[in-house]
């Protein structure tokens, strides 16, 4: 297969999965609406993504899929983690204090990175899309093709991430509202309940 198809192939696997509502994207929402640190935030997905998938087309797809004990203690850390975001976001939507000026108060540089690290690399979703599937698929090209594929599925997390940084504040007529931002709260709480239970799930289940 010519190294274009390859690319083409990978970029549209990468956009797939990445698109799907997750933690990070609920967060790089959050912050794009705020213009808090955009660039920043969207450059550690992207490049997180990017290595990741770099890792798994390499080979350590093969690895992680055969270590229960790594996506155990990722499932866990990331159970707890997204369990008290959702926390923090059901505090935000209820307490009336955080809504009064219309615009909730931006975190710093430093928390930024912390929570948007922490929303990378301990959700376990990431490591089985990322590093195990682009990886096991990339194995179906050779040489250029197999590199071309990666690369195609990291442009896609780079245009994503982006695209949803930026084009987010095309929506801040909308927010100009504290009921909005009760609103997306109350969204980003559920997401990260239902994402940090399914997590507990396959703990239990194995």
């Not at 997390?157 to 609103?183: M, T």
Request: glycine share 12%.
């Amino acid at each position: 297969m010519p190294p274009i198809s390859a690319a083409l192939s990978g970029f549209f696997l990468g956009a797939s999965l990445i698109i799907a509502i997750g933690a990070q994207n609920a967060f790089i929402l959050r912050q794009g609406l705020l213009r808090s640190h955009v660039f920043v935030l969207c450059l550690i997905c992207a490049l997180s993504d990017a290595v990741l998938i770099a890792a798994g087309v390499a080979g350590l797809g093969t690895l992680v899929s055969r270590s229960p004990i790594l996506l155990s203690v990722a499932s866990l850390g990331g159970m707890l983690f997204l369990g008290a975001y959702a926390v923090l976001a059901f505090r935000r939507a209820l307490h009336p204090g955080a809504l009064q000026t219309g615009t909730p108060k931006a975190v710093g540089l430093k928390a930024a990175v912390a929570t948007c690290l922490a929303f990378t690399f301990l959700n376990p979703h990431v490591y089985l899309d990322t590093v195990v599937l682009v990886g096991s698929l990339s194995a179906g090209y050779e040489g250029v093709g197999r590199l071309a594929f990666g690369a195609g599925a990291a442009l896609a997390s780079f245009i994503w991430f982006f695209g949803l940084g930026y084009g987010a504040r095309l929506l801040q007529p909308v927010f100009a509202k504290p009921a909005a931002w009760r609103v997306l709260d109350v969204f980003i709480g559920i997401v990260m309940a239902l994402l940090a239970t399914s997590l507990g799930a396959r703990l239990v289940t194995g």
